[in-house]
């Protein structure tokens, strides 16, 4: 992958339902990095029919990564083959063909989104390191605290590939560590929201949720797994104001940044609803923004957030904080992953009493 951003090439992604989300999410890292100084590499979400958009953009130099979490997914298939013809380096998530096909890890699609998530951040980590490695030497500047063993002078590649692959189980075990401490803390909290979503459902309530960047899919994915769950589990009401391009912008553009979520709350809102805020800061201005209105409309708030829990946490600005306690984005995003999935499931079993 390395090469090919290097010649040129851009990494497009797609999926369906709630794989659709993660292609927007790999999208957004490479892109709009969260390490400070690293540079925007070309990546696209596909989005919906793409089977008839990806020819027309694809050029042999790309890589193409299909996504599917719930066992093969032939529209999927056919355009990574298709891309493959064309010369373009191609990965399924999961799936049977292409240059690297990752097979299922668990036969619970929630699992496996949450493992893949962990996959292509570790991917964006280390495509930087050998980014730069190959462009720079051994100076691989910002990248030098996730990958430390890169600063001590020369090495030759397949030693840099060891110790990579090394640190890369480091870094699973970590996260892995996270989600276990998030579990001991917050289970409580997840078992009261959930009881509390499910009394909003109840009274004819929807999900509301919103966040910026990776959070932003993150909320979208949420409420794909409402509204398309997986078979065995019933559709739930539900809207992201993160998946609406055209109102995010006309906002942000006439009113501001501040004003995208909060702006469409006032439109959507129902007094029954719930609204969802994911945020890795605890801080965004407009997320705040959203909760603020929410609760002045009568609104159950839940937060899920990162850090020390930021604002939100601080000054209470919600009904219900879901914290993991970590200063790493990546890390924060995958853990924040299990515990809205954990929170699906509750609100099922629910449900069914």
């Given at each position: 992958m390395s090469r090919r951003f290097l010649a040129g090439g851009r990494l497009l992604a797609f999926g369906n339902g709630s794989a659709a989300t993660d292609a927007e999410h790999i999208s957004v890292e490479f892109v709009h990095p969260?390490?400070?100084?690293?540079?925007?590499l070309p990546a696209l979400d596909v989005g919906p029919?793409?089977?008839?958009?990806?020819?027309?953009?694809?050029?042999?130099?790309?890589?193409?990564?299909?996504?599917a979490f719930s066992g093969r997914d032939k529209a999927v298939e056919r355009a990574l083959l298709m891309a493959e013809e064309r010369g373009a380096l191609t990965f399924a998530l999961a799936g049977e063909v292409g240059a690297y096909p990752f097979d299922l890890p668990d036969e619970d699609p929630f699992v496996c989104q949450e493992v893949f998530e962990v996959l292509y951040h570790l991917l964006w980590e280390t495509v930087h390191v050998y980014f730069e490695h190959r462009?720079?030497?051994?100076?691989?500047?910002?990248?030098?605290?996730?990958?430390?063993?890169?600063?001590?002078?020369?090495?030759?590649?397949?030693?840099v590939v060891r110790e990579v692959q090394s640190s890369m189980l480091q870094k699973v075990e970590g996260v892995n560590s996270l989600r276990a401490a998030t579990a001991r803390t917050e289970a409580g909290t997840i078992s009261e929201i959930a009881a509390a979503v499910s009394e909003r459902l109840g009274r004819g309530g929807k999900v509301v949720a919103f966040g910026n960047g990776g959070s932003a899919t993150d909320a979208n994915d949420l409420v794909a797994d409402c509204v398309d769950p997986p078979p065995g589990m019933e559709p739930v009401p539900?809207?992201?104001?993160?998946?609406?391009?055209?109102?995010i912008t006309a906002i942000a553009n006439d009113i501001g940044a501040e004003a995208?979520?909060?702006?469409?709350?006032?439109?959507?809102a129902r007094p029954e609803d719930v609204a969802v805020g994911i945020s890795?800061?605890?801080?965004?201005?407009?997320?705040?923004?959203?909760?603020?209105?929410?609760?002045?409309r009568g609104l159950l708030t839940v937060g899920i957030v990162g850090y020390d829990g930021g604002r939100i946490l601080s000054e209470g600005l919600t009904d219900h904080a879901l914290v993991v306690r970590s200063d790493y984005i990546p890390r924060?995003?995958?853990?924040?992953?299990?515990?809205?999935?954990?929170?699906r499931g509750l609100v099922q079993e629910l449900r069914e009493r």
């Open positions: 969260v390490i400070v100084g690293k540079r925007a029919n793409f089977e008839t958009r990806l020819p027309a953009i694809l050029r042999p130099e790309d890589m193409v990564m299909g996504f462009e720079q030497g051994h100076d691989v500047g910002a990248s030098s605290f996730l990958y430390p063993m890169l600063g001590k002078g020369e090495q030759r590649l397949e030693e539900a809207v992201s104001l993160s998946a609406e391009p055209a109102n995208i979520f909060a702006r469409q709350l006032i439109a959507h890795t800061s605890g801080g965004s201005a407009n997320v705040l923004a959203a909760f603020a209105e929410a609760r002045k924060i995003q995958e853990v924040q992953a299990s515990i809205y999935h954990v929170l």
